[in-house]
Nanobody, 127 residues
Framework: QVQLVESGGGLVQTGGSLRLSCQASRRAFSECAVGWFRQAPGQEREFVAA????????KYADSVKGRFTVSRDKDKNAAYLQMNSLKPEDTAVYYC????????????????????WGQGTQVTVSS
């Protein structure tokens, strides 16, 4: 079992930046691919970004490409989502998720592929 805790959310103005963190409870996190998802009120959970177990491959939703950057720190059992040039439409609860994979497995974009989830952190972008 891997427990995930997100932090770093908050209220920011349009054009601002936030850095979300996903802290894992166990070193088993290093055996996992990590995904970031978000869910706005009344909407389905949607893919934002993902990073492979070895950190070599990243994926992004078209809506965040060029603005968001996903990364991970193996030694700290953590993953991060740097969000720049934030827009009101980025407002949502952001979740990190993880699943065990082989070293070179391409990270998934479907939420159903992930076994472990954090509780979420609220990001609100004011116009």
């Amino acid at each position: 079992q891997v427990q995930l805790v997100e932090s770093g959310g908050g209220l920011v103005q349009t054009g601002g930046s936030l850095r979300l963190s996903c802290q894992a409870s166990r070193r088993a996190f290093s055996e996992c691919a990590v995904g970031w998802f978000r869910q706005a009120p009344g909407q389905e959970r949607e893919f934002v970004a993902a990073i492979s177990r070895n950190g070599a491959e990243t994926k992004y939703a078209d809506s965040v490409k060029g603005r968001f950057t996903v990364s991970r720190d193996k030694d700290k059992n953590a993953a991060y989502l740097q969000m720049n040039s934030l827009k009101p439409e980025d407002t949502a609860v952001y979740y990190c998720a993880a699943r065990r994979t082989i070293l070179t497995y391409s990270p998934d974009v479907q939420p159903g592929s992930y076994n472990y989830w954090g509780q979420g952190t609220q990001v609100t972008v004011s116009s």
